[in-house]
């Protein structure tokens, strides 16, 4: 049934598109600085590694380090976003009416265009991750790994796929046809996001503190770093309000594309 | 031969207004279908809602004797609908290779490369240069090419001649009549400029406010074109007086002093010549005018707005 749904062509076409733009190139430095930013940080941190609590009765090795890395969910939510606007540049371009006209499905095109944007971030977050634990490895040994650690890199790639598909979705709804109903879906996604996370002060005393919980709670369900929490329904609540948020945005996503005149 | 397209009543409303309305259309295999209307009498909304830009209000469409169903059906169309579109970024053939490998891989990038030499690209403004520095001709040139590209057996044309200099008309021109001629692929061109449509078509349709008013073939419309003679005389007025008394018309036009349009059926060249001769107008020369779609158009399309 997957293969029914999703159009390797289209991928294939992408991943060609992607490499002939010089944008990409950009790109690509864009998050390896990134990426470099928050690997050097851990480095800084690594020889320090015996003084941290970690949560949940969790333990640091080399391996586990990664959870450490800072700004997770800024640094995640960067390479989906850039990715996302290559790959809906055609109807920027307006290539999507060459597409469309040569009998694609509109459902097997947006879900190969979710697929794309979450195997690049995906790999993305991969080559990070070994990054941090091949430099780990001067500084403390690979160790056992529980069952925490595992749980935690399903949330995290969980979360990715969510971001993809919550993304892709505003980005068809923004790009296919601006209504209210995407203006609104817009908002709701993106506000929370940049403004509740970078607005320190809202947290500063105990009534900003409670609703930034909340709202982090349901909205930010990606940028909530393990290292900060010891509770221990965190990745029930996490993958519930990720799943909630990818499968509302991606069936307004489909519903919206597949009713929408291409222009 | 099977209809490659067949419309049932296809109607778009848009704000309450019927943009098409009942189109009843018939394409078979084969033929080059010109589809002529007035800027706004829904061309451009048909053939959006033939690909799946745009969802009909009512009516059907089928393809390919609906065989297949319509979305597969889609994949062996190639179409140049509204503007062209492409990366502006790329280059063409980079252009060509995102579509090719998009519609299924078929071929190689020499395929791309040669469908691109056929459109007079050198090799190298098809390689190097950016789509987005193009002139209007080559941008033309290269959405037609997209359109070509992966085989398909039915290719729609929404204006493909638009910006071109004489060389590349001629080129596309050739290219359709060779592709028709010896693949049998069906093309459907929607154009204004109906003397290059009239060298191409076999079939014509011609849309006014959103209603198919007339479907013909290119024999049909030579019947029902009458023919026109030119005749060039020393008297024009005298000429004219003459025609109209011996063969009974009205139908004879003083163009200039010395030239007469007459329209006439079953009279032939050496009639005038013999009838003008015997009643004193020297007859300097006689000509028979081509078929002309565009006094047809203008005609029909005049005839339905009452």
């Known amino acids: 049934m997957l293969k029914n749904i999703i159009d390797l062509n289209i991928i294939k076409s992408d991943v060609y598109k992607m490499l002939k733009m010089r944008s990409f190139y950009w790109i690509a430095g864009v998050i390896t600085f990134l990426n470099l930013q928050g690997i050097l940080i851990t480095f800084v941190l690594l020889p320090y590694i015996e003084n941290y609590n970690p949560p949940l009765g969790f333990k640091y090795t080399s391996l586990t380090v990664i959870i450490l890395l800072k700004d997770q969910g800024i640094i995640n939510l960067v390479p989906v976003l850039l990715t996302c606007c290559i790959a809906t540049i055609d109807f920027k371009t307006k290539t999507i009416r060459n597409i469309l006209s040569r009998g694609i499905k509109r459902v097997d095109y947006y879900v190969s265009k979710v697929l794309m944007v979450f195997s690049v971030s995906f790999a993305i977050l991969i080559l990070r991750w070994l990054s941090v634990i091949i430099l780990g490895s001067f500084f403390a040994e690979f160790g056992t790994i529980d069952g925490v650690f595992f749980v935690w890199l399903f949330t995290q790639i969980f979360n990715i796929f969510c971001v993809s598909c919550c993304t892709v979705a505003v980005s068809m709804l923004v790009k296919s046809n601006v209504s209210f109903l995407s203006l609104i879906w817009t908002f709701a996604y993106f506000v929370p996001i940049f403004v509740l996370s970078f607005l320190e002060p809202f947290a500063s005393n105990d009534h900003g503190r409670m609703i930034k919980e909340n709202v982090q709670d349901f909205f930010l369900f990606f940028l909530i770093p393990l290292s900060n929490t010891d509770d221990p329904c965190f990745f029930l609540k996490n993958i519930f309000a990720s799943f909630v948020w990818a499968t509302v945005s991606t069936t307004l996503g489909i519903w919206h594309f597949r009713k929408k005149e291409i222009r | ?306």
């Open chain 2, 1 to 306: 031969m099977g209809l490659v397209l067949k419309t049932s009543m296809l109607t778009k409303v848009y704000d309450g207004r019927a943009v098409v309305n009942g189109v009843n259309m018939n394409i078979q295999k084969g033929d080059i279908y010109g589809f002529i209307g007035r800027n706004g009498a829904g061309k451009t909304t048909l053939l959006r809602m033939i690909l799946g830009l745009s969802q009909p209000t009512e009516g059907r469409i089928e393809l390919f004797d609906n065989k297949q169903g319509l979305i597969e059906s889609r994949k062996k169309i190639g179409s140049l609908a509204e503007q062209a579109a492409f990366y502006p970024n790329m280059t063409a053939l980079s252009n060509l290779e995102i579509c090719r490998i998009a519609f299924g891989g078929v071929g190689d990038k020499n395929l791309s490369l040669s469908l691109l030499r056929k459109f007079g690209f050198s090799n190298a403004v098809a390689t190097t240069k950016k789509a987005g520095l193009f002139s209007l001709g080559l941008r033309q040139k290269l959405a037609i090419a997209i359109a070509f590209i992966g085989f398909p057996e039915f290719i729609i044309l929404d204006e493909p001649i638009n910006g071109l200099d004489p060389k590349a008309t001629i080129e596309v021109r050739n290219l359709i009549k060779d592709l028709n001629k010896n693949a049998g692929v069906t093309f459907l061109i929607s154009s204004h400029l109906l003397a290059e449509l009239s060298k191409l078509a076999n079939k014509y349709g011609i849309i006014e406010k959103g209603r198919l008013i007339d479907e013909f073939s290119s024999m049909e419309l030579e019947e029902r074109i009458e023919p026109t003679l030119m005749i060039k005389v020393d008297n024009a007025i005298r000429a004219a007086q003459v025609i109209k008394d011996i063969f009974k018309t009205q139908e004879c036009k003083i163009i200039n002093e010395k030239t007469v349009e007459f329209v006439g059926r079953n009279v032939t060249s050496g009639d005038i010549n013999r009838v003008l001769n015997e009643n004193g107008v020297l007859v300097e020369a006689i000509s028979k005018n081509q078929i002309d779609i565009e006094s047809y158009f203008v005609k029909v399309v005049s005839g339905s707005k009452k």
